[in-house]
């Protein structure tokens, strides 16, 4: 089982509280992770990564085990503790001002 953290508006949109558990089937990387996630909560499709590119939204970072994980290649493995269920995969909203 895969722990996923999501920002609050996020979790207001999927209407889910707290953590999110995904299976995911395979290889644990990214791009598994955010496929399981818009599969279980299709309402979340576009809002992460483009529709068309699949490259992660400029104000969405991603990460794990506190490390930015957010300019990883897609398929890359995730941290064995993250695909372990022992540490959740974070997806945090930036923000940006001036």
């Known amino acids: ?3 996923v ?3 609050q508006h996020l979790r207001t949109l999927a209407k889910v509280d707290g953590e999110v ?6 290889p644990v990387t990214q ?6 996630l818009e599969a279980k909560y299709p ?3 576009g809002t992460i990564r483009d529709h068309a590119t ?4 400029a104000f ?3 990460f794990a085990c506190e490390e930015d994980l957010s300019h990883e290649p897609p398929d890359a493995l995730l941290p064995e503790s993250v695909a372990q269920g022992a540490e959740p995969f974070l ?3 930036a923000i940006a001002g001036g």
Request: no cysteine.
């Open 60 to 62: 969405i970072r991603f």
């Open 21 to 26: 558990e995904l299976e995911v089937a395979g």
């Open 91 to 93: 997806i945090i909203a």
């Open 1 to 3: 089982m895969i722990r």
């Open 31 to 36: 791009r598994a992770v955010l496929d399981a």
């Open 5 to 7: 953290v999501l920002p």
């Open 43 to 45: 309402v979340l499709g």
């Open 54 to 57: 699949q490259q992660r939204r």
